[in-house]
């Protein structure tokens, strides 16, 4: 059914990934925050104070109950999304998932069965689909700009040092570099070579056990292939190459939320395109939500469900060959 209002959304999860996205809602027509959600009342009077939201709820199951929200933007850590994804959708609340999906596969494959099930339109928000550069980079390709896609290669490191106590060392808060920067790069691959069938992984691991750096080979039946860095322990270009027969496509530094990408046809002079993001970047994903559910729409086509897990199968699938098994938590509401 479509929805010719206003959408009205909550922020599930007021920390620092939500404080930038909600700045975005300025530029994202046809949509507006009424309020945001923690488990701690005073941390969401706080965020709807700071943000000019009208309410600010003590409990994820009280936002879920608003009547008056259409979408919830799910921010909190990785192993909270499964518990808190499945409430929503048996509320009839629309979702909009921060990335990581989730810390398992069943906890992804629950989510979307659940979702088509009910009819609820849930996205992950994988920006970088959604960035104009990123965009034009799939219109050329459509158009056989560089021939059949054959490889992507991508890397994204960050330098952190090690803390115990930081969320992206916390098993129990889904740490580690996997599900925090591999989903970028194995989400651009499986974007543009489709689902591998077999995934190899070298890498180490932090003192608390969670994955901190590593290399990942996916393949394909048709030899195509996708080599793919991430890391804690050190800060890396962060720049993407997809390469077709015809000649290939840079999206510099960082690829995951560009302004510009770089083609160049065999024995041609290559050509840069420039394609800024409007706001900081979040609108797209933001925008592509809205107009779905103005429009009925229960799925992005940019960004299906099928994509989601697929992407989540490797990411956990490379975890584990790592000797890394993420948990769900069941107790997140």
């Not at 803390?163 to 499986?190: C, E, I, K, T």
């Amino acid at each position: 059914m479509s929805i010719e209002r206003d959408i009205r959304w909550g922020i599930v999860g007021p920390g620092r990934i939500a404080a930038k996205v909600v700045e975005d809602f300025a530029v994202t027509p046809n949509a507006v925050v009424l309020g945001c959600a923690s488990r701690s009342a005073e941390r969401s009077a706080a965020f709807a104070e700071r943000h000019g939201l009208e309410r600010a709820y003590g409990s994820y199951r009280e936002i879920i109950a608003d009547a008056d929200i259409d979408v919830l933007y799910l921010a909190t850590p990785h192993p909270q999304h499964h518990a808190i994804a499945m409430a929503a959708i048996e509320a009839g609340k629309a979702l909009l998932i921060e990335k990581t999906f989730t810390a398992t596969v069943p906890g992804a494959e629950a989510i979307a069965d659940a979702a088509r099930a009910r009819g609820v339109f849930v996205m992950e928000a994988m920006w970088t689909r959604f960035q104009p550069a990123i965009v034009a980079a799939r219109d050329l390709i459509a158009d056989g700009a560089i021939g059949e896609v054959r490889q992507v290669q991508a890397d994204l490191g960050v330098d952190r040092p090690y803390d115990p106590s930081d969320r992206l060392f916390d098993p129990a808060q889904g740490g580690g570099a996997m599900l925090d920067l591999g989903v970028y790069v194995v989400s651009l691959a499986q974007h543009f070579l489709g689902d591998p069938t077999t995934v190899a992984v070298s890498g180490s691991l932090a003192p608390t056990g969670v994955d901190a750096e590593a290399g990942l080979l996916l393949g394909y039946d048709d030899g195509r292939a996708a080599s793919l860095l991430i890391s804690l322990r050190g800060a890396t270009p962060g720049a993407a190459r997809i390469h077709g027969t015809r000649g290939w496509i840079d999206i510099p530094p960082r690829f995951h939320h560009p302004n510009r990408i770089v083609l160049t046809r065999f024995g041609a002079t290559p050509e840069e395109i420039v394609r800024p993001p409007v706001g900081s970047g979040y609108a797209h994903e933001l925008i592509e939500v809205t107009e779905c559910l103005r429009a009925g729409r229960t799925e992005s086509a940019v960004m299906p469900l099928r994509d989601t897990v697929a992407v989540q199968r490797v990411l956990n699938s490379a975890c584990e060959q790592l000797g890394v098994f993420h948990a769900e938590d069941a107790a997140a509401i």
